[in-house]
């Protein structure tokens, strides 16, 4: 179950060709959709197959079904194996691919050895190798795994296998952790969508003419087919919350230096006027906070020089939260699912005695203009002499790094000024008012057709603030009988215009609706814990 080495040599068509091919051949027999089992193209949701399919056994469907914080429990105390968890995530994560295109990558073999010596150990010594023993867990492509390529839907990076695992994922593993597979990326994981010239277009499993987002689309496929039971994203400028919103999960956008990144693969290598960070995706806010306390609980300040030493910490909040609620960022106003679910939830929170006030979006048109700015900075340049090297044409998804002008040092100077500037500013507004959150569309819409992404801004923003964000779903889900574009709507420009009309209650009705959780850089603990007491409120009682 090696993945087969692919060939360099030839167009960049017949590269990528050949890598999908040594992809799905990788996929043994036995995990391969039998064609009269397959659901038809037509059929959008298919996250009811596996339970329906009659495929997968009861026993892998009890196993699939647990969230990773349950499993986690039975593995330590030997209830479940891990080789039979790790084998059913394996085909779960192969039926996932077969029916969303979301994995770039797999080791099955490394996974299956690696859970052997999980189940040997505990056997032996009685005890767990770590918080993470015998747990299987995703990788979006960017992180190095020895033996596997990182392509980043680079037709020119297949067939260059990374030589050594990233220290994210040395010390995931020194945790107890198995790997299995590695999930698609758009091109250089600089799109709010995923799809690229070598793999494909990643589809959201809810409904497959809509998108799973991006830059961790291929996760957020993955985790909500219940192929993984955590991942590991990054973002950028939204790639984690993005691709968590477009599917209904959870995730937290960690500030720099809380996570390591060191020994990943970026799209843009030496980019560091915003950083990108990586962190957790699953389908609870358990799960989340779970992994946030192993990953800082393995001190990995002592693997990267770029992780601050901030162990995890307790969390006191006050009874009452002081919450700003940004209704629109003064550009694109949400679609009428997200606004209702906003309005619900402000309602749940002043309910439950909490301080609610608004946050004028006066600041959020110079943020994200700063943050393109700074991700155009070398004209295109990164991309472009990847794209070169096989030859391979930028997607039209790309145009903007196509056409951008490079910026010389000393307009990045000025450029990096002005975001301090911004930082400073945004902080002291902040702080003189008091509050401990941000409440917030994720993105303006549940999620959108295929090929029709807009507006990064409400997520981008906070990167450029590097802000601890969590994006987390509501349990609401969209009406198409109430959900509708009202007749007074105004629009607060063509994009704005652009979204609202192109919103499609029929095609969105049923999907879920998450929204957006900000607090101050470095706020990880605070922001999680608030998390939960919106999540308190928000199954309260009418």
């Not at 589809?203 to 291929?218: A, E, I, V």
């Not at 996570?259 to 915003?274: C, D, K, L, N, Y």
């Not at 306390?293 to 001190?299: A, D, F, H, Q, W």
Request: charged residues 25%; aromatic residues 6%; negative net charge.
């Amino acid at each position: 179950m090696a993945t087969p080495v692919v060939a360099t040599s030839g167009s960049w068509e017949q590269v990528a060709a050949r890598k999908r091919d040594a992809l799905m051949s990788s996929i043994p027999q036995e995990w391969r959709i039998p064609a009269d089992l397959l659901p038809p193209e037509t059929q959008d949701d298919v996250t009811p197959w596996p339970d329906t399919s009659g495929w997968f056994t009861a026993g892998e469907l009890a196993i699939t079904g647990l969230t990773a914080s349950e499993l986690v429990a039975k593995l330590a105390l030997g209830e479940f194996k891990s080789e039979d968890v790790t084998k059913a995530f394996c085909k779960r994560a192969a039926a996932a691919h077969q029916l969303t295109n979301c994995l770039s990558e797999t080791c099955f073999d490394r996974a299956i050895a690696t859970a052997r010596a999980r189940d040997e150990h505990l056997a032996r010594t009685g005890k767990p190798v770590g918080p993470l023993h015998g747990l299987p867990i995703s990788l979006k492509d960017h992180f190095n795994i020895k033996g596997l390529d990182t392509t980043l839907g680079f037709s020119s990076h297949a067939g260059d296998a990374a030589e050594s695992d990233s220290t994210l994922a040395e010390l995931l593993e020194s945790a107890g952790a198995v790997f299995y597979v590695k999930t698609n990326v758009p091109t250089a994981m600089m799109m709010a969508e995923t799809v690229n010239n070598v793999f494909g277009r990643t589809l959201n499993p809810r409904h497959r003419q809509t998108t799973s987002g991006g830059s961790s689309g291929g996760e957020s496929a993955l985790i909500t087919m219940r192929g993984s039971p955590l991942g590991v994203g990054s973002d950028i400028g939204g790639s984690l919350r993005i691709p968590a919103a477009c599917t209904g999960l959870f995730t937290l956008r960690p500030s720099t230096g809380r996570f390591p990144v060191r020994h990943t693969r970026s799209g843009m290598p030496g980019q560091e006027a915003v950083q990108s960070v990586n962190g957790p995706m699953a389908r609870s806010l358990t799960d989340i906070e779970f992994y946030s306390k192993c990953v800082t609980g393995e001190r990995p300040w002592l693997r990267d020089p770029r992780c601050i030493p901030l162990p995890w910490r307790p969390v006191e909040l006050p009874t009452k939260l002081k919450i700003a609620v940004m209704w629109h960022d003064g550009m694109v106003q949400p679609t009428p699912p997200v606004k209702r679910a906003l309005r619900i939830t402000v309602d749940k929170l002043r309910d439950a005695g909490h301080e609610i006030v608004e946050w004028d979006p006066v600041d959020q048109k110079e943020g994200i203009v700063l943050l393109v700015q700074m991700l155009l900075a070398d004209g295109g340049t990164a991309i472009r002499k990847e794209l070169e090297r096989a030859g391979e044409p930028f997607r039209p998804e790309l145009l903007d790094y196509q056409t951008a002008t490079e910026l010389g040092t000393y307009e990045m100077w000025r450029l990096q000024s002005e975001r301090t500037v911004f930082q400073n500013r945004y902080l002291d507004r902040w702080n003189n008012a008091g509050i401990d959150a941000i409440l917030c569309p994720t993105i303006p819409f549940n999620t959108v057709k295929n090929g029709s992404f807009k507006h990064v801004a409400y997520t981008g923003v906070f990167n450029l603030l590097d802000y601890s964000c969590l994006s987390f779903a509501t349990g609401f889900t969209v009406d198409k009988n109430i959900d509708r574009l009202d007749s007074a709507y105004e629009a607060l420009g063509g994009v704005c215009r652009a979204i609202n009309e192109e919103y499609d209650a029929d095609m969105m009705d049923g999907l879920p609706i998450s929204l957006q959780l900000a607090a101050r850089r470095l706020e990880e603990e605070k922001v999680l814990a608030m998390g939960k007491i919106v999540l308190g409120a928000l199954s309260s009682n009418p």
